[in-house]
């Protein structure tokens, strides 16, 4: 069973486009995060929301929204896409928002490629 | 600000031999955890380790096993008996203060055969 997923894996888009990618943890976890990982591999922290309520809204721009349904759920939208989103963004939940004393486990990847 | 840094860019190790990987980091935090992640070319991000910082004794999991020192604020990965499919690229990671994690730029290791 998968823990954490995301949708599409992959994600060829033009430039001015809106497009979405999904997140689903079935690990009955309350907080859900979003990372960006750029071309050089670094990976920064975009948003994370715990039950449902937004909690680290990073510098983002704010074509980049994120949205929870649900607490099993947080979607990343974005609209008027740019060459620079190109990157791989992460979808991660953890059991609680205790922070420093929680593991997060990741989802596979969405390979976002702007044109 | 919060911190990760891991020093070595890239490393190399010989299959069966093994290899240590360097990170320092910096928190305010008393109890947290600090971690490795492995990033292997499927860009999968696999939890290979986790220490817990109010305890003394080092964390090891198999083949893996970390050197914690809290007061110099290092975390090194010791992996032993390397194989072919340690190649990856391994993230140092800590805590940051609103419960995200703080990523290293990451070491890039190669196992050869």
């Known amino acids: 069973d998968t823990a954490v997923s995301q949708t599409p894996k992959y994600l060829v888009t033009q430039m001015g486009n809106d497009k979405s990618i999904k997140c689903e943890q079935n690990l009955g976890h309350d907080t859900m995060y979003w990372y960006k990982q750029d071309s050089k591999k670094f990976l920064k922290i975009m948003f994370s929301y715990n039950n449902k309520e937004l909690i680290i809204n990073e510098t983002v721009p704010n074509r980049f929204s994120p949205k929870s349904p649900d607490k099993a759920h947080l979607n990343l939208h974005i609209n008027s896409l740019e060459l620079g989103d190109s990157a791989v963004y992460f979808c991660?939940?953890?059991?609680?928002?205790?922070?420093?004393?929680?593991?997060?486990?990741f989802g596979p990847g969405t390979r976002l490629l702007v044109l | 600000a919060q911190t990760v840094t891991q020093s070595q860019p890239e490393m190399s190790v010989q299959e069966a031999e093994t290899v240590t990987l360097s990170c320092t980091y910096d928190t305010s935090e008393s109890d947290y955890y600090l971690f490795w992640y492995k990033q292997p070319p499927s860009r999968q991000m696999i939890l290979v380790i986790r220490q817990e910082a109010y305890k003394q004794q080092n964390a090891t999991e198999n083949r893996f096993s970390v050197n914690f020192q809290k007061a110099a604020k290092s975390f090194s990965l010791k992996i032993s008996d390397s194989q072919l499919g340690d190649a990856a690229m391994y993230f140092c990671?800590?805590?940051?203060?609103?419960?995200?994690?703080?990523f290293g730029k990451g070491t890039k290791l190669s196992v050869k055969p």
């Open positions: 990671v800590s805590p940051g203060s609103q419960g995200n994690l703080i």
């Open positions: 991660a939940s953890s059991q609680s928002l205790a922070g420093v004393q929680e593991t997060q486990y």
